[in-house]
């Protein structure tokens, strides 16, 4: 039979022409393109059932070593019972979960090294202070080094001389955070982790998962907020009743993206400017309209511009409903 190996391919591939320099430039981006990330997390048709719609149903998913993945859900969908697969705490009734091709229950102890997490709700011990806490989180991992320890309590303004009784459920959330990111592990598996943290803490917590990702942290995490989503991940995947809805590249959910503006304006006059142009207009209350806008924005800004303004606002849409509006475009891709 005939066979071509990797290393003839290559040099088919390569211009003959080319000098050193370039021709390993080519080498490279070859391999690259050769060459798939290995499979972080892997879990197939898993099912758990607490009842009818209650618990995890035929769900698969993949994360990719160096990817940022968005599990989101209302409450209820199953996120935490999905977590917790992933984490070896329960077994499924069906289908197999795996970390770095490890049985996530059968070889926990092992997975659990390389692996950081938030859980759902912080079981701490609240008798003891967060320094205390934390010391005893990295005794039991062994941990000798605590720089990232100290560098994540300055970054996340942590007061750890706090009992944890006496802590708000911000505070316990960040501290959750500093235990689960100190030992600087490879893969980190996050259960609603900016919960209780206000806007700007949660701003301090994008910007944190960015700087992991840049060391090629595997990342899966939960959320409830589209935004905070949209700025850190680069797939997202939607549940609901146990079940995948849908699986998207950020990317493509954002070119899709439909805005909807809320517009006030000054003159009555101005408001034939409005009705006359190819602008989706929604509601129409004398000179306030509501226009739904889709992807690119430059030609409501051109018509805007050419009117008196009073006031402009938009409104946010559902994490749901612009999925939902995702997928009525048949843009959505299943991998
Ligand atoms: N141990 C359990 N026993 C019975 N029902 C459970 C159990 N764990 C979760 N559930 C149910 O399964 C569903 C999914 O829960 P969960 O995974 O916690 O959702 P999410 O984290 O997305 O809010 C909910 O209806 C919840 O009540
Ligand atoms: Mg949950």
């Given at each position: 039979?005939?066979?071509?190996?990797?290393?003839?391919?290559?040099?088919?591939?390569?211009?003959?022409?080319?000098?050193?320099?370039t021709?390993?430039?080519?080498?490279?981006?070859?391999?690259?393109?050769f060459?798939?990330?290995p499979?972080?997390?892997?879990?197939?048709?898993?099912?758990?059932?607490?009842?009818?719609?209650?618990?995890?149903?035929?769900?698969?998913?993949?994360?990719?070593k160096?990817?940022?993945?968005?599990?989101?859900?209302?409450?209820?969908a199953g996120?935490?019972?999905?977590?917790r697969?992933?984490?070896?705490?329960i077994?499924?009734?069906?289908?197999?979960?795996?970390?770095a091709?490890?049985?996530c229950?059968?070889?926990?102890?092992?997975?659990?090294?390389?692996?950081?997490?938030?859980?759902?709700?912080?079981?701490?011990?609240?008798?003891?202070?967060?320094?205390?806490?934390?010391?005893?989180?990295?005794?039991?991992r062994?941990?000798?080094?605590?720089?990232?320890m100290?560098?994540?309590?300055?970054?996340?303004?942590?007061?750890?001389?706090?009992?944890?009784?006496?802590?708000?459920k911000?505070?316990?959330?960040?501290?959750?955070?500093?235990?689960?990111?100190m030992?600087?592990?490879?893969?980190?598996?996050?259960?609603?982790?900016?919960?209780?943290?206000?806007?700007?803490?949660?701003?301090?917590?994008?910007?944190?998962i960015?700087?992991?990702k840049k060391?090629?942290?595997?990342?899966?995490?939960?959320s409830?907020n589209?935004?905070?989503i949209?700025?850190?991940?680069?797939?997202?995947?939607?549940?609901?009743?146990?079940?995948?809805m849908a699986?998207?590249n950020?990317?493509?959910?954002?070119?899709v993206?439909?805005?909807?503006?809320?517009?006030?304006?000054?003159?009555?006059?101005d408001?034939?400017?409005?009705?006359?142009?190819?602008l989706?207009i929604i509601?129409?209350?004398h000179?306030?309209?509501?226009i739904?806008?889709?992807?690119?924005?430059?030609?409501?800004?051109?018509?805007?511009?050419?009117?008196?303004?009073?006031?402009?606002?938009?409104?946010?849409?559902?994490?749901?409903?612009?999925?939902?509006?995702?997928?009525?475009?048949?843009?959505?891709?299943?991998?």
């Open positions: 039979m005939f066979s071509i190996s990797f290393l003839t391919l290559k040099t088919l591939c390569i211009p003959y022409f080319l000098d050193t320099k021709i390993n430039y080519y080498y490279k981006a070859i391999d690259k393109a060459t798939k990330e499979l972080m997390i892997e879990i197939k048709n898993l099912t758990k059932s607490y009842g009818t719609n209650k618990g995890v149903f035929n769900l698969d998913l993949t994360v990719q160096g990817e940022v993945f968005g599990f989101l859900g209302p409450n209820g996120k935490t019972t999905t977590i697969h992933l984490l070896g705490f077994t499924p009734d069906n289908g197999t979960v795996k970390i091709g490890k049985d229950f059968k070889e926990a102890h092992t997975i659990q090294k390389d692996l950081g997490y938030i859980a759902g709700e912080i079981a701490f011990f609240n008798h003891m202070k967060g320094a205390e806490f934390l010391h005893f989180i990295a005794k039991m062994a941990l000798s080094n605590l720089d990232k100290h560098s994540l309590i300055e970054f996340l303004e942590l007061d750890i001389h706090v009992k944890i009784r006496k802590m708000s911000g505070m316990k959330q960040k501290l959750g955070i500093v235990a689960a990111l030992h600087d592990p490879k893969i980190l598996i996050l259960d609603e982790p900016t919960s209780g943290l206000d806007p700007l803490m949660q701003n301090k917590f994008v910007e944190l960015k700087r992991e060391q090629g942290k595997t990342i899966l995490m939960s409830h589209f935004e905070e949209e700025r850190t991940c680069d797939r997202a995947l939607i549940i609901k009743n146990g079940k995948k699986l998207s950020i990317k493509d959910l954002k070119n993206e439909r805005k909807i503006f809320y517009v006030a304006l000054q003159n009555t006059k408001k034939d400017i409005i009705l006359k142009s190819d989706k509601k129409q209350n000179t306030d309209f509501e739904e806008v889709s992807g690119n924005l430059d030609y409501f800004i051109d018509v805007l511009s050419t009117c008196k303004i009073k006031s402009l606002d938009i409104k946010k849409q559902q994490l749901e409903q612009v999925f939902m509006d995702y997928y009525k475009e048949g843009g959505g891709k299943d991998d």
